[in-house]
């Protein structure tokens, strides 16, 4: 869902917590006497984000791994611009920048290696 947010330069949170205007949540059992409401709040997406983007020693560690498996890769060019309207601060632009550059490594990362960046990568090297 983060890297819905970042991607789509239209969407907004309320649009990535709810694709369709439906709500991201959990179903009732059948057989549960008490309707269970919880859905995803729109403000989850932003702490996701704020979470990855403030992961720079999984970017620059998981960068250095996939140039040494693959040294024709650009992961390190990737830039991850997101849409102006997305931030209001210098602060906000570089978290919201770092998570898209995250989520792209992130993709590449899987792809050569064949496992999962989190938790495998970034907890057995130790900077989580």
Same mark, same amino acid.
């Given at each position: 869902?983060?890297?819905?947010?970042?991607?789509?330069?239209?969407?907004?949170?309320?649009?990535?917590?709810?694709?369709?205007?439906?709500?991201?949540?959990?179903?009732?059992?059948?057989?549960?006497?008490?309707?269970?409401?919880?859905?995803?709040?729109?403000?989850?997406?932003?702490?996701?984000?704020?979470?990855?983007?403030?992961?720079?020693?999984?970017?620059?560690?998981?960068?250095?791994?996939?140039?040494?498996?693959?040294?024709?890769?650009?992961?390190?060019?990737? $830039?991850? %611009?997101?849409?102006?309207?997305? &931030?209001?601060?210098?602060?906000?632009?570089?978290?919201?920048? @770092? =998570?898209?550059? +995250?989520?792209? $490594?992130? %993709?590449?990362?899987?792809?050569? &290696?064949?496992?999962?960046?989190?938790?495998?990568?970034?907890? @057995? =090297?130790?900077? +989580?």
């Amino acid at each position: 869902m983060a890297g819905s947010y970042v991607e789509n330069d239209r969407q907004s949170y309320r649009q990535t917590a709810s694709p369709g205007g439906r709500a991201t949540g959990y179903q009732t059992p059948s057989e549960s006497p008490t309707i269970d409401e919880r859905a995803l709040h729109h403000s989850t997406i932003w702490r996701m984000l704020a979470w990855l983007g403030s992961q720079s020693v999984s970017l620059v560690l998981g960068r250095q791994q996939v140039q040494e498996r693959h040294p024709g890769s650009t992961c390190h060019r990737f $830039l991850g %611009a997101v849409a102006p309207h997305k &931030f209001r601060s210098p602060q906000r632009e570089q978290l919201l920048r @770092r =998570a898209r550059q +995250l989520l792209h $490594l992130i %993709a590449e990362w899987e792809g050569l &290696f064949c496992r999962r960046f989190f938790p495998r990568f970034a907890t @057995r =090297a130790g900077f +989580l």
